[in-house]
């Protein structure tokens, strides 16, 4: 099999040719067979050797650029024992102390176990903590379509871009302009309830009611397949028509129980 | 038990000094002597006033020498002239005694050691930097070999004497347990590992490098065998900074090694060390060993060595006492549309450790609560959705066409080899009804497969979905995208190898838990990444959903685990008290319990609901790397990489079986769908079936073993494995029962 034969190659090439190994690597081998290790594959020692001249060198020049801070024209003790010192607490942390995590776990312990809302439909932490938000933004040459530009930063803005249909809680015009240039204002319209709203993309000014925007699904969840040809960033249900879509809607109190917490 | 040796004079300083109480609990008298010495200077002084009217005792003296000889290191010489007046010492009165007794210098210094501990973490040192720094002085001045008063009432990690007779302490002792008669020696030899870490460690901790290094070449081969891989870790270990970074070394010497022995071998211990003039051994004893006492016969070396290996010896009697609920819960009721011949055929059968009901309105009479099972409502569960309900049904269906197994009717065994994947399958799943697997790889990414010939396919973008006709019977296909058909999915998301893997019972959702510390949520829906749950900052090993949705419990490197709820973005429960890392989780069956295998070789059955440890079982040799419930709740099984399986009876507490055969490292172990075969599956590329149904018949727990946790394991693994599979080069990393009992197995072709 290949991995005895690479076991194979290894003793081989320590037996045959002892003088053609570089000093370092004699010593590595002597270490891994000190720490017990005695199946590798040859790379093993390469990687080793790497690792061993990387950190070295990163602790010499930290050490170097201590020496150098301390106004001193040779690298000495101290300043190596600092440089290491300083590269443990960055790259080589271990994890939290036995009491530490014991005093912690007992504080949260403490807390009884949350009841469970029934048919909330996907139960997911508020937006803010889920990967489920567009991470870019459509440029838009029309007004009206990149009023949905407001929505990216906070997900849980109400924006209200549609003001053909009188149902729909939405702010007036003007605000369709205001929410473009300021994009991290939240512009909270219902209060309490957070909605999306799809612009249809033949969206106007004009009060007539463009193609059916009303999907039955409105999962936040299916947000990336939603990079259709439609220039349609996020789709939830729309609030106003249905009061059947509670349930899909996350609402503020969701936010609450995070400040709480 | 392990009282806090006496032979302090000083009760007065004692009492007048303030201390905080210590973190790790041990007796206050050290914890008060020990940061007396290390209080700042000034303090002391008064010390010295508070001495004079105390008798003079040879520990008082030697206490007061330290004190003097601290204060001149620290050139306090207003002080030095103040105390000395005060005692009514003479000049240069520096008297160094080889070996003083160990009266006031243990005292004093064993305080000390939760101190040094807390210079590891921020947290613990509550002591001020003045002190740390006092009981760092004087350990280097311990170096200067000339002064071992100083270091012996100051040092941190309370040095005994001489560091050259540590090794006649050690031989000494290792004569008199070889003389002692033989039903005594197998339990007190218990007693030499711990003694001989704990003695080596305060070498190396004092600077004492070339007698650390005699002492580990003398008796290092002296200890048991299983011990090797921590003696191999000693080894490397001489100097005081490699102390420092290793957490486990650091949890190893602020807890007790727990021994268990019977009461007439620990009096003949006690009797023996007493009587000396030098019993630093005694010393060490009480600081470090909990010795757990029982009264009945002394324990033979089988039994011994079945129940110890673990990093902190065995567990203490009453860690095992608490109620655990290990039954079912209900389930619950639901109509089942049968037609005649399914009538028939639930008729038939009369299992009663099936987990289902047997006829949903007949049932219901013979259900009466069960006593060891929780109850509905004892923590928070999510409802049944109508989705579940149709999943129950057809739970049920299948059921009915289980093949019954035993040991002269095994499973066949069907396996998915990963090529390939060149060494870098990490982890694997299977959905319960075996129509998804996953596979976690060392790339990061994590790759569904439909094992059904039914394709996986996304479900459809919103548009499109406004266009489906929300009335109709087969709403569920129709939001499906065909474009998306394939036959496997990658996800990406992950910056680092993924360790755990594990769908969600409704297979909506997979959890997928890695080296870069997160534990991610997937939707089967849409294939994309949902939620990033982040607490721990280290490797996660692994992840579980539990069996009824919503909660998950994670497992890693920093050696706690986390119970999650899928809505919250922290943890609910962090179970803490394992001393190394966490390698496996898996939730009890009525989800209400969560067991966690640990690299400190024991595994810990945590209550959902109060975040406490419940049980603690030692007797693995090696981390432990597989878990499985049986389907009744009642028994736990555990692999590790000594090649053992080992059987855990939960209600008692006890060992109940061990499983010998395998090899290498066992990676799975599961049991059948009713319990009757345990199947596991290891890095020797085998799988191998073992009579579960037999293991846990022959039990015989009479009051005495219930007691003390003593049984007698008989040596019939050759009887109870019913068969060996090997494969051709593949390492069996997972093993899954479809819910008609046949064996699917999983692994990466290893060539």
């Not at chain 2, 030098?278 to 010393?283: A, K, V």
């Not at chain 2, 989800?591 to 079982?617: E, H, K, M, P, Q």
Request: glycine share 6%; hydrophobic share 35%.
């Amino acid at each position: 099999s290949r991995r005895r034969g690479s076991e194979g190659a290894a003793r081989e090439v320590k037996m045959s040719a002892p003088k053609t190994i570089p000093k370092d690597a004699q010593v590595m081998i002597q270490i891994l067979k000190d720490m017990g290790i005695t199946e590798y594959e040859p790379r093993v020692i390469n990687q080793m050797l790497e690792f061993t001249y990387r950190y070295v060198t990163t602790i010499i020049e930290d050490a170097k650029t201590y020496a150098s801070h301390a106004n001193k024209s040779n690298v000495d003790a101290d300043d190596i024992r600092l440089a290491i010192q300083c590269r443990m607490d960055q790259s080589f942390t271990s994890p939290p102390p036995r009491d530490f995590l014991l005093e912690v776990a007992r504080q949260k312990n403490q807390t009884p176990l949350p009841l469970i809302k029934p048919y909330t439909g996907p139960r997911l932490p508020p937006d803010r903590y889920c990967l489920t938000a567009p991470n870019y933004r459509l440029k838009s040459i029309q007004k009206k379509v990149s009023s949905s530009a407001g929505r990216i930063s906070v997900p849980r803005l109400s924006v209200g871009a549609v003001t053909s249909r009188p149902t729909t809680p939405t702010l007036g015009t003007p605000s369709v302009q205001s929410v473009t240039t300021k994009v991290g204002t939240p512009v909270s319209l219902t209060g309490q309830r957070f909605t999306v709203q799809i612009p249809p993309p033949s969206q106007t000014t004009t009060t007539k009611p463009t193609t059916p925007s009303t999907p039955a699904v409105s999962n936040v969840l299916i947000n990336p397949s939603l990079i259709g040809s439609k220039n349609i960033l996020i789709t939830t249900n729309m609030v106003s028509q249905n009061s059947g879509g509670e349930s899909l809607k996350r609402k503020h109190e969701d936010d609450d129980d995070y400040d709480t917490l | 038990m392990a009282a806090v040796q006496g032979g302090m004079g000083d009760a007065d300083i004692k009492t007048d000094i303030k201390t905080e109480p210590s973190a790790d609990g041990f007796g206050n008298n050290n914890a008060n002597d020990g940061r007396v010495l290390s209080a700042s200077p000034g303090s002391s002084s008064s010390t010295g006033s508070n001495k004079q009217t105390a008798a003079v005792t040879p520990e008082d003296q030697q206490t007061l020498l330290a004190v003097l000889q601290f204060l001149k290191k620290n050139k306090l010489s207003e002080s030095v002239e103040i105390l000395r007046r005060e005692a009514g010492l003479p000049e240069n009165s520096l008297d160094p005694k080889a070996n003083e007794s160990a009266g006031a210098g243990s005292g004093g210094a064993a305080g000390i050691v939760d101190l040094e501990g807390g210079d590891a973490s921020s947290l613990l040192s509550r002591v001020t930097g003045s002190s740390s720094a006092g009981a760092q002085a004087p350990t280097k001045a311990a170096v200067a070999e000339d002064q071992p008063d100083v270091s012996v009432v100051l040092s941190a990690y309370s040095q005994q004497g001489d560091p050259t007779l540590y090794k006649v302490y050690y031989r000494d002792l290792k004569k008199f347990i070889e003389t002692v008669l033989d039903c005594h020696r197998a339990e007190l030899s218990q007693v030499f590992y711990p003694l001989f870490v704990h003695m080596y460690l305060e070498l190396v901790y004092n600077n004492h490098e070339s007698e650390a290094k005699a002492f580990f070449e003398k008796f290092s081969g002296d200890q048991e065998c299983y011990y090797e891989e921590d003696l191999r870790i000693l080894s490397g270990l001489t100097k005081k900074e490699h102390m420092r970074g290793n957490e486990t070394l650091l949890d190893f010497r602020t807890s007790k090694f727990v021994l268990r022995i019977s009461r007439d071998s620990y009096q003949l211990l006690k009797r023996h060390l007493q009587e000396r003039q030098n019993n630093q051994i005694w010393n060490i004893i009480q600081e470090h060993l909990y010795i757990d006492i029982f009264d009945g016969m002394p324990r033979s070396k089988s039994q011994i060595d079945a129940m110890s290996g673990s990093l902190a010896g065995e567990a203490k009697r009453e860690a095992n006492k608490t109620k655990v609920y290990y039954g079912l819960l209900k389930e619950p009721e639901i109509e089942l549309p049968l037609d005649d011949e399914d009538e028939e055929a639930e008729n038939e059968e009369g299992k009663p450790k099936k987990k289902k009901p047997k006829k949903d309105s007949v049932g219901s009479k013979s259900k009466k609560q069960d006593p060891n099972a929780p109850s509905q409502n004892r923590i928070p569960l999510p409802e049944l959705k109508d989705s579940d309900k149709l999943d129950k049904i057809m739970y049920m269906k299948e059921a009915t066409k289980r093949i019954r197994l035993g040991p002269d009717n095994l499973p066949s065994v069907c396996f998915y080899t990963f090529l390939n994947a060149y060494q870098g399958l990490t982890a694997v799943d299977l959905t319960d009804d075996s129509s998804l697997i996953a596979g976690g790889f060392a790339d990061s990414t994590v790759r569904v497969w439909s094992v059904t010939p039914k394709k996986l396919r996304k479900v459809k973008s919103a548009a499109d979905l406004n266009l489906i006709d929300k009335e109709s019977d087969d709403v569920l296909e129709r939001i499906m995208d065909e474009k998306t058909a394939s036959e496997s999915k990658i996800m990406y998301g992950h910056s680092g190898p993924v360790y755990g893997i594990s769908f969600s019972p409704d297979r909506n959702y997979l959890l997928s838990s890695s080296e870069d510390g997160t534990v991610r949520l997937w939707s089967l829906l849409t294939f994309t990444c949902l939620v990033a749950y982040k607490g721990h900052n280290y490797p996660v090993w692994d992840t579980q959903f539990s069996p009824y949705g919503y909660y998950f419990v994670s497992g890693g490197h920093d050696r706690v685990a986390r119970l999650w709820a899928t809505d919250h973005y922290q943890p609910l429960r962090i179970f803490s008290g394992h001393l190394a890392d966490i390698t496996c989780t898996r939730f009890h069956p009525n989800s209400n319990y969560v067991a966690t295998g640990s690299s400190d070789r024991t595994i810990r059955l945590w209550d959902v609901l109060s975040g406490n440890c419940v049980r603690i079982f030692t007797g693995h040799k090696g981390p432990i790397h597989s878990l499985a419930f049986s389907p009744n709740g009642k028994f736990l099984a555990s692999g590790a990489t000594d090649g053992r399986v080992l059987l855990w009876d939960i209600g008692h507490g006890l060992m109940v079986g061990e499983l010998k055969g395998h090899t290498d490292t066992i990676y799975s172990l599961r049991f059948s769908r009713d319990g009757e075969i345990l199947a596991s599956g290891s890095m020797d590329n085998t799988v191998r079936l073992w009579d579960a149904m037999k293991a846990f018949d022959d039990l015989e727990t009479d009051d005495f073993t219930a007691a003390t946790g003593h049984i007698h394991l008989q040596d019939n693994s050759q009887e109870l494995l019913l068969g060996t599979y090997t494969t051709k080069s593949t390492p069996v990393i997972h093993l899954h029962f479809t819910r008609r009992n046949l064996l699917l197995a999983a692994g990466a072709f290893n060539p």
